[in-house]
């Protein structure tokens, strides 16, 4: 009942309370200074390397051309390293704003949903199961209230709350305080906001909540970054164990050579692009209405193979409408639908808001005095209130539920037989049923119920449902249906947006399946009547079969499933919970399976450029190292096939601008049809991949050296010739691993961002080899025309001979 102590502040002083307290927000951590950044990059271990390089370039060997190009590459490297860090963290903090908790307040009267940033003291909140507290308060009105406040008490075991008492002090008054950031698990209540942003008890220790765990992917860069070192180094050390072998060249001169194939051999803006790239995307998946709270995610999403899809909000709209009904003789329907009801002003669950909207139109109002209520339970599968009777002043008990759980606790009678009877029928049509029954009683428990009717509620189906499940079929992804709704009701609706219902299996069903049960889950085509147990055990069930799964969820039951999904994706908007919304990787604004798919697509099309931007990179530094090492025996004449400051230079120019092109890149086709490897970025025949390519373009580029040889060209020019050939090889090599199948396949040529790095490149290498000052920089001079056309040869040659070799039956094995 609706009281002036609950009416809620008014606009105009909730208005002016948060110009004086501020917004509700916990302290944010400072981002780091510029020195601290420049500082972190230093510390790197590759940076660390340079810095050493560099040092005994200067002061040790007094190489003052070397050494000041090792520098030079260093502060390039930094500075690229600082403006990515940069970048991606503004992305990530600009996805956070968009996951902002919501709160309901009361202003005015009327109950209103708004970001918990603008809560203030003094505004009455209402909170229920799911819902995340958004600030310190006061409770006036509990009905089941059950808080979990493990994060600031450590006590596993959730608190249950009352009406009254006072925050003060740490911790307050436990039973009758509510405290931010803490967890509703049950009932439902209202509370008066003592305290909001760093004055809570959260504000107190917000410090702990700025450290942050590193995702799978980033883990996995990692690995790969650490390889590729224990890689660059034990080539630099081969250089030099191979040339001191070999005789001829000083010892300062080797190990000078050995440090910058080491540092030519890593590319150490990886990890910093990768996350530039997956931000960045992550922006513009925020924008299609699928926002990742986690980046790692998006691996996982474009991998996905099974979604396992809510019905209700996903597949339809969620606007509910009572379209029919069963009312047994002498009952009300409406005036019981309108009692066992939470919504109000058109706010609550979308069950509540269709039937007390129904109860409107039969001319019933909620304005009887409401006693006591026990909010939904996916356990009892159904939800009742104690209400005073208007008539005769007695209390009378109403519960609302599924069919089945509601005719359980009804009187053995012809009138319940009656309803089961027609459940089927109205389920058959594809409505959403639901029964009610009352007794005149006082006991939330009460047994021997008798039974008032059936409510049956259509959801439209969505006009892209069934669109999205045919694109899901071409990408290789099963949907499966998963509700709590009536068998019957879920066949009606998967057939009708094109998923194939058979097998239909029922929680029910499950309950005796035994050792069959995993198996059942994982055959089935829709699981109906399922509770939060066997969500959670369809997830683990379609994982250990190898399954990558995408579990959708709005609900608080729902967030052990999307947790342990390898994608949890949570519906924004009204219906969905804070509670899921934190459990889950992903928040789908809109609630539709086609913007799933798309972030499907999109997932996968980040996947595909992360992976073309780690194997363009590592193919090209391994075609250098396979380069000098056999040039270091096969032309004892050059001494050393490349100077440490081509190494440099080549690794300056095309480890950068390129990579990060490739990260931001669409390639043509559908990214859809793309099925990522199930083993990591860099499993066997990726590698192998890797390896052929670099193969391929180190060859060439011997061959051009010796071309120049034989031809007699000095030794400058031949050190030229190497580094074109090898500039212009690798920068083809960015179409070759941007493709899907082929090089040159329709629409090649269409990616703005990776033809302007080309040529931006290409340019970059023409101007340092024909201006003779910048080329003496890089002991470059001039080649004859044969040499650039030798050099384009090559750049033309790379992408043919490696789609050559794609469709040999053997690199097809391997390839996987």
Known sequence: MTTPATLGLSDAEAAARLHEHGPNKLPEARPPSLPLRVVRQLADPLSILLLIAGGVTLLVLNEVPEGAAIVAILIVNVVIGVTQEVKAEQAVRSLGSLTAPMAKVRRDGTVRRIEAAGVVPGDVVEVAAGDRVPADARVIEASSLAVNESMLTGESRSANKRAGGAVEGPLGDRDGSLFSGTLVVHGSGLAVVERTGSGTEMGRIASALHTRVKGPLEVELAQVSKRIGVLAVAAGVIMVVLG???????????????????????????????????????????????????????????????????????????????????????????????????????????????????????????????????????????????????????PVLTVKGAPEAVLARCAPGEAGRRLEEAVSGLAREGLRVLAVAEKDTDDLDAGDLRPVGLLGL?????????????????????????????????????????????????????????????????????????????????????????????????????????????????????????????????????????????????????????????????????????????????????????????????NLVLDGIPAIALGVDRAPGDPL????????????????????????????????????????????????????TLVFARLTLAYVVRARRRTFESGWWRGRAIMIAVLGTLALQCVVTLVPPLGALLALAPVPPLGWAMAVAAALLTPFLIDLVRVLPWVKRVSG
């Not at 949890?568 to 459990?583: F, P, Q, S, W, Y």
């Not at 099925?675 to 061959?703: D, E, K, Q, W, Y």
């Open 244 to 394: 001191l072998a070999r005789g001829g060249i000083a010892w300062i001169d080797l190990v000078l050579a050995g440090v910058a194939l080491a540092i030519a051999a890593v590319p150490e803006s990886m990890a910093a692009a990768v996350t530039t790239a997956l931000a960045l995307g992550s922006q513009r998946m925020a924008k299609l209405g699928v926002i990742v709270r986690k980046l790692s995610a998006i691996q996982a999403l474009g991998a996905t193979t099974v979604i396992a899809s809510d019905k209700t909000g996903t597949l339809t709209t969620g606007r509910l409408t009572v379209t029919d009904h069963v009312e047994l003789p002498g009952e009300n329907l409406w005036r019981a639908a309108a009692r066992a009801n939470d919504a109000r002003d058109e706010v609550g669950d979308a069950v509540d808001v269709a039937l007390l909207a129904a109860a409107a139109r039969h001319g019933v109002v909620p304005d009887e005095p409401r006693l006591a209520t026990r909010p939904f339970d996916a356990d009892t599968r159904s939800m009742a209130a104690l209400t005073r009777d208007a008539a005769t002043g007695r």
């Open 673 to 724: 049809e793309a099925r990522p490897s199930r083993g990591g970025l860099l499993t066997g025949g990726v590698l192998a991949g890797i390896a052929v390519r670099a193969l391929i373009v180190g060859l060439l580029a011997f061959a051009a050296v010796e071309v120049a040889r034989s031809l007699g060209w000095s030794e400058e020019q031949v050190r030229t010739q190497a580094v074109l």
């Open 458 to 650: 259509s959801d439209e189906v969505r006009a892209s449902a069934r669109d999205a499940i045919a694109d899901c079929r071409r990408g290789g992804i099963r949907v499966m249906m998963v509700t709590g709704d009536h068998a019957d009701t879920a066949r009606a609706v998967a057939v009708d947006v094109g998923i194939d219902p058979d097998p239909v299996v029922t929680g029910t069903e499950l309950a005796d399946e035994g050792g069959e049960r995993d198996r059942r889950l994982c055959e089935a085509g829709v699981l109906a009547r399922v509770d939060p147990k066997t969500k959670l055990d369809l997830v683990r069930a379609l994982r250990a079969d190898g399954q990558v799964v995408a579990m959708t969820g709005d609900g608080v039951n729902d967030a052990p499933a999307l947790r342990n999904a390898d994608v949890g994706i949570a519906l924004a908007g009204d219906e969905g919970t804070d509670v899921a919304r934190e459990a889950a990787a992903v928040v789908v604004t809109n609630g539709e399976l086609g913007t799933i798919v798309t972030g499907v697509r999109e997932g996968r099309r980040l996947h595909h450029n992360v992976s073309s931007m780690i194997g363009y990179l590592l193919a090209g530094n391994l075609a250098e190292i396979f380069l000098v090492l056999v040039g270091l025996f096969a032309w004892p004449d050059l001494v050393i096939p490349l100077l440490p400051v081509q190494l440099l230079w080549i």
